[in-house]
Nanobody, 123 residues
């Protein structure tokens, strides 16, 4: 059974780069037909899909975040990573990684999700 675990700093200063890693166990990130996404949920708001990387390494980004977002992977470590540049207070959220057979994931019923990690953007 595949499991995902997010890791990274819980506090990031405004204008800095937020970097999170998702470590996958019980399955390979190169397995055919799966997409590996990052999703966030600000306090009191809904889920926002940020982007994904496919089993081939192709990347897909939300248009609203594309200019500041980069997703990469390390197949030898079975990990994929999110980088969000120039963060603001609006970046304060619970960040999730997920596996699904769809590029865009906005519901926890779709696919397998990590438990999430809280990131606060504050000076």
């Amino acid at each position: 059974q595949v499991q995902l675990q997010e890791s990274g700093p819980g506090l990031v200063k405004p204008s800095q780069t937020l970097s999170l890693t998702c470590t996958v166990s019980g399955g390979s990130i190169t397995t055919n037909d799966y997409y590996w996404s990052w999703i966030r949920q600000p306090p009191g708001k809904g889920l926002e899909w940020m982007g994904a990387i496919s089993y081939t390494g192709s990347t897909y980004y939300s248009p609203s975040l594309q200019s500041r977002t980069s997703i990469s992977r390390n197949t030898s470590k079975n990990q994929f990573t999110l980088q969000l540049n120039s963060v603001t207070a609006e970046g304060t959220a619970e960040y999730y990684c997920a596996r699904a057979q769809e590029v865009v994931v906005t519901a926890k019923e779709r696919g397998t999700w990590g438990q999430g990690t809280q990131v606060t953007v504050s000076s």
